[in-house]
């Protein structure tokens, strides 16, 4: 089955950049999603398709893509950036959708 | 506003069957996908499956096919996920969330149900 590979961890001080990598084979033919999720709340869209922010995120996320590999750069981390960060991508064949097992960002 | 509203918790027995609704409102609800995804305790998230309400095809994640039964009714605006016979290891944190169209991004997600399946 597809899997998407994250790092389980990222740590980061405040005003520093984080950067959280996703990696997959069929990455470079399936647009990746990352989420932003904080204790006991629902999973919050950050990024979509590589690298496109929706309305009401804040601008220090962005998101890029090279080859097998997509990351999710957060610039002038804040405290409030701390939470989990999944990717979600597709499979090949855009069948069945994955998500990756989630990094946690510590603001330290 | 588009929203998604979830059924409330559910404590239930091993071997109980259970049905979990998701009510979508604010948008033209049989012309979305709507899918399900698991988050079991402390873990990450897990997709399900899917459904198309307008015409209620639907998609299994190979983990959840013959697991679960997704469903759906446009007349009332809701999808549903559905156990015949709940196992502890269904314990989980539910969430229903709206597909967009075109691309395979989750932008709107339920509250979340959670299930608890203890003896």
């Known amino acids: 089955s597809y899997e998407l590979t994250q790092p389980p961890s990222v740590s980061v001080s405040p005003g520093q950049t984080a950067r959280i990598t996703c990696s997959g084979d069929?990455?470079?033919?399936?647009?990746a999603y990352w989420y932003q999720q904080k204790p006991g709340l629902a999973p919050v869209l950050v990024i979509y398709?590589?690298?496109e922010r929706p309305s009401g995120i804040p601008e220090r996320f962005s998101g890029s893509s090279s080859g097998t590999t997509v990351t999710l750069t957060i610039s002038g981390v804040q405290a409030e950036d701390e939470a989990d960060y999944y990717c979600q991508s597709a499979d090949s064949s855009d069948t069945y959708v994955v998500f990756g097992g989630g990094t946690k960002l510590t603001v330290l | 506003e588009v929203q998604l509203v979830q059924s409330g918790a559910e404590v239930k027995k091993p071997g109980e069957s259970l049905k979990i609704s998701c009510k979508g409102s604010?948008?033209?609800?049989?012309?979305?996908?709507i899918g399900w995804v698991r988050q079991m305790p402390g873990k990450g998230l897990e997709w399900m499956g899917i459904i198309y309400p307008g015409d209620s095809d639907t998609r299994y994640s190979p983990s959840f096919q013959g697991q679960v039964t997704i469903s759906a009714d446009k007349s009332i605006n809701t999808a549903y996920l559905q156990w015949s016979s709940l196992k502890a290891s269904d314990t989980a944190m539910y969430y229903c969330?709206?597909?967009?169209?075109?691309?395979?991004?989750?932008?709107?997600w339920g509250q979340g149900t959670l299930v608890t399946v203890s003896s």
């Open positions: 069929a990455l470079p033919k399936q647009y």
């Open positions: 398709k590589d690298s």
């Open positions: 604010g948008y033209s609800f049989p012309t979305y996908w």
């Open positions: 969330v709206r597909r967009s169209n075109g691309y395979n991004s989750y932008a709107y």
